[in-house]
Nanobody
């Protein structure tokens, strides 16, 4: 049984930083891209960032480039999301996702194209 378990969320003041972690288990994640999505109250789940299975390529939503950084440790089946200069509008539940990828396309920015999901971790940024 595949499991993705996120951690690292919490309450932080605007301008602060958090690092989210997601540990995968239950299968080998070779050839699986790993990604982060977020969902704020009353809004749809949106793409944040993703990284290919070997860490060779990363993808970000344009609005978060420069503040958020995704990385992964293949040996530990772990993906990270470093979030800096946090803003109140970053408040959301952040979800880790895994998807089998042989290439990257525009559809991969949609939550519908990912295979496995974590339970989510709450990030709250106070002003």
């Amino acid at each position: 049984q595949v499991q993705l378990v996120e951690s690292g969320g919490g309450l932080v003041q605007a301008g602060g930083s958090l690092r989210l972690s997601c540990v995968g288990s239950g299968r080998t994640f070779t050839s699986y891209a790993m990604g982060w999505f977020r969902q704020a109250p009353g809004k749809e789940r949106e793409f944040v960032a993703a990284i290919t299975w070997n860490g060779g390529s990363t993808y970000y939503v344009e609005s978060l480039k420069g503040r958020f950084t995704i990385s992964r440790d293949g040996a530990k089946n772990t993906v990270y999301l470093q979030m800096n200069s946090l803003k109140p509008e970053d408040t959301a539940v952040y979800y880790c996702a895994a998807g089998l990828r042989t290439s990257w396309s525009g559809r991969d920015y949609s939550s519908a194209s990912w295979d496995y999901w974590g339970q989510g971790t709450q990030v709250t940024v106070s002003s």
